[in-house]
């Protein structure tokens, strides 16, 4: 198969396995989806899940966040490790929503990744999933499995997006990222392989992944 023909292989088998396609990180506006994407690094999303309604239950709004001090906020999100870091970013950055803009969440990558605790992969989930704009935020299932599938190196996240970004049309990237993501999960994991489950690896996977599976 060509690059390209693998590409569309991707696309059309992702599209059959997730026709409509669920958001992993429950939230119900872009804020809640900011500080439970900020929560979600080094973290399972289930376990934020299980967090983010005890947080929300005592602010899901930048002004009663900063009502709760840096201290209050840790103990809550204390299960989701790296509480002392991600409880000051959440209070720093809700206070500068509110000086800077109104309490909302801004609509730019640049503004986003500004705010404290806020990286490149944190925005571009903010940026696709609540305000629909264009983004190929890098996980690791995505990292892994565009390495597996031999559309990237594998060299670091930041190719791995520029790859993901040239192969895929723009307007399948916020489907895209989500697909691969549950995908990723449910059929391809790290740690063991199931080929008979794992029809894309199958089909197109890296010679190493294949041999390595069949020894």
Request: charged residues 25%.
């Amino acid at each position: 198969m060509t690059k390209q023909e693998r590409v569309t292989f991707v696309i059309n088998t992702l599209k059959e396995f997730y026709p409509s396609i669920p958001i992993p990180l429950d939230h119900k506006d872009p804020y809640t989806l900011l500080i439970a994407v900020l929560l979600s690094a080094q973290c399972t999303d289930v376990r934020v899940n299980q967090i983010t309604p005890l947080l929300f239950a005592k602010a899901d709004n930048p002004y009663d966040m900063i009502k709760m001090s840096v201290e209050e906020i840790k103990e809550i999100i204390r299960p989701c490790g790296l509480s002392p870091m991600k409880s000051k970013g959440i209070y720093g950055l809700s206070e500068i929503l509110i000086e800077k803009y109104n309490g909302e969440v801004p609509q730019s990558f640049e503004a986003l990744e500004a705010l404290p605790a806020v990286g490149h992969k944190t925005a571009s989930v903010v940026m696709s999933q609540a305000f629909g704009v264009p983004a190929f935020p890098v996980d690791t299932h995505i990292h892994r499995l565009m390495y597996r599938w031999n559309l990237s190196n594998g060299k670091s996240v930041v190719q791995t997006e520029k790859d993901a970004k040239r192969l895929f049309p723009e307007e399948l990237w916020n489907d895209l990222h989500l697909q691969i993501i549950w995908y990723g999960r449910e059929y391809s994991p790290a740690r063991g392989l199931d080929l008979e489950k794992d029809i894309i690896t199958k089909t197109i996977g890296r010679k190493t992944n294949l041999d390595g599976y069949k020894k």
